[in-house]
């Protein structure tokens, strides 16, 4: 089990590390092309707003709720399987993927149908989307005319909303096709995809700005492109896998009543995250021009170790526990968890600590060009800096809940996650007045960290998980050995005004050179502390 772990683990963080650096050059390509003004904020906007509802449909409340349903129908025909004559080895192959391949059928027609339904939805009424997370243009629309500068963002909004809406119904497929395929131990491609729409935005924005009225239609219609290109890239794969089946409508049928029990609460737990999101986007609509901005370019920098560490050990975690918990394997269960426990705390502490070291160089190696200004680096490394002291707290809350998800428990982690919202909006109430939007990045860490801490606690009193005092004294060394690399990188780094008066050519090269050395400082650190390739072991 462990060397699977570790081998699906690879593979996924590989190819999440492939997107996530198309996904910075596409950043960067749109940092130079808008920079953080006006133009781009809308932008941003118009494309949250369909993310939004992809995480609760398609990647979040949706795959928690199907991915155990699946993994228990695949598991039950395996074992099926294996009871039948080992002559009919031939036979037996199709029959143990029979009722996998109805459930698929069942689910992507139920689920066509309603994303088909909220995709149109959202297509003809994108002023009221905006009149919900854009109050602010919204009210400046209505007290100063179509032609103030909020009133522009408004009708901005609205139009590029149509444009970027459909990615609902492509992703939601593509997400859907991606969780068959990661069920069945096929995990390359899900992680893959991603590079595709990185891909087709980067094009659109050097190429086809040109063709449209503003660069934030290229991009708006690089998003739509994107989806596509994703829901069709996965078509082959599903055939190949012998997955690929006719949809059909089937609400009442056994496999999609249990998924719909498992996704209303898991919709409110998802959502949770991203209302907090959308009340820190409504939030910013009333600040100062660039603030939706900022904070965009600061959480993109964090979804980088969070996208190739964090997501990509929860993404082999949840199928893992989800098929122990099919076989009754507590033990197992309960080291899977640690072993996903440990691995994103070897790589989320060194991350944090030379983030913290080196955000201002960072940022300004990969954004000061075109539009984006001295000011702006100095804006996204604050709100950056707040993001950061959250970044284990989100990288926890993407293994303990599939503790809860793989155990089809959507309840407890719903509870859970209500707490924090609400906890969010007090600290967003209390930050933003006097902070603006870094305020608002250090109310979704708190949250973030109180959930997590939740979470925790949750599975503990369950008795499904605990820390052991082994793994509280190797998370202690590789604490130390990321604070010895934090000195390291301090002493080797400048002060932010000998960055500027550098040229770029020196900038990488510095930049380079204290990354280089930190890594080598801790990976030295970690080895004279005693931490070897056996600790990331899963105990039978």
């Known amino acids: 089990m462990s060397k699977k772990l570790i081998k699906s683990g690879a593979i996924v963080s590989f190819m999440t590390l492939v997107s996530r650096v198309l996904g910075l050059v596409r950043d960067v390509v749109i940092a130079n092309l808008m920079g953080a003004g006006a133009m781009a904020d809308v932008f941003l906007f118009a494309n949250k707003i369909p993310n939004f509802f992809r995480r609760l449909f398609a990647e979040g409340a949706f795959a928690q709720a199907f991915v155990p349903v ?21 036979m037996n192959a199709e029959v143990s993927l029979d009722e996998t391949r109805r459930l698929i059928a069942q689910v992507s027609g139920t689920l066509g149908v309603i994303i088909t339904l909220v995709t149109l939805f959202g297509m ?5 989307f905006v009149v919900l997370f854009g109050g602010g243009w919204f009210i400046e629309w209505l007290n100063s005319g179509p032609e103030s500068v909020g009133g522009e963002k408004f009708e901005l909004a609205a139009s590029l909303l149509k444009v970027t809406f459909p990615y609902l119904w492509f992703i939601s497929f593509t997400a859907l096709a991606g969780a068959v395929l990661n069920t069945m131990g ?13 891909i087709v935005i980067i094009l659109m924005a050097i190429y086809g700005a040109e063709y449209t009225d503003s660069p934030a239609y290229a991009l708006a219609w690089g998003v739509f492109i994107g989806g596509l290109i994703q829901f069709l890239f996965q078509i ?10 006719k949809p059909c409508w089937s609400w009442h049928s056994k496999g999609v009543t249990k998924i719909r029990k498992l996704i209303v609460p898991a919709l409110f737990g998802v959502s949770v995250t991203q209302i907090n999101l959308l009340l820190d986007t409504l939030i910013a609509s009333f600040l100062i021009t660039g603030s939706i901005s900022w904070l965009y370019y600061a959480d993109r920098l964090l979804e980088f170790p969070l996208g190739l560490f964090g997501i990509g050990i929860a993404t082999v975690v949840l199928p893992s526990l989800s098929k122990l918990h099919s076989n009754n394997d507590p033990k197992q269960f309960s080291a899977t968890l640690d072993w996903g426990i440990k691995v994103i705390s070897f790589f989320g502490w060194p991350a944090l600590a030379g983030l913290m070291v080196l955000a201002q160089p960072i940022i300004m190696v ?10 702006d680096v100095l804006q996204v490394s604050m709100a950056l800096f707040a993001y950061l002291s959250g970044l284990l707290s989100f990288m926890f809350i993407k293994v303990l809940a599939p503790g809860y998800y793989a155990r089809q428990d959507t309840k407890t982690p719903v509870k ?6 609400v906890a969010n909006m007090a600290f967003n109430l209390m930050l933003a007045p006097f902070f603006g939007f870094v305020g608002l990045a250090i109310a979704t860490t708190l949250s973030a960290t109180l959930n997590a801490w939740m979470l925790y606690r949750g599975l503990k009193q369950a008795k499904i998980y605990h820390l052991a005092k082994s ?3 190797f998370m202690g060394k590789l604490i130390f050995a990321a604070s010895v690399m934090t000195l390291v990188v301090h002493q080797l780094s400048n002060d932010f005004e000998v960055w500027l008066n550098m040229t770029f050519f020196e900038q990488v090269t510095q930049l380079v050179l204290c990354i280089s050395v930190g890594c080598l400082s801790y990976f030295i650190m970690i080895f004279v502390l005693g931490v070897r390739f056996k600790d990331f072991k899963v105990e039978s």
Not at 186 to 198: C, G, H, M, Q, R
Not at 366 to 375: I, K, N, T, W, Y
């Open 366 to 375: 990969l954004f000061m060009r075109g539009e984006f200004s001295q000011a």
């Open 471 to 473: 793994t509280k004294i």
């Open 416 to 421: 859970i996650g209500i707490k924090a919202m």
């Open 186 to 198: 096929k995990f390359a491609v899900a992680a893959f995809t991603p590079v595709l729409l990185n």
């Open 236 to 245: 082959p794969f599903l055939y190949k896998a012998g997955v690929l089946v």
């Open 124 to 128: 003809l009424a994108s002023p009221l």
């Open 70 to 90: 699946l993994s228990e129908y695949h598991s039950q025909d395996e074992k099926n399987s294996l009871r039948q004559n080992s002559n009919n080895t031939l």
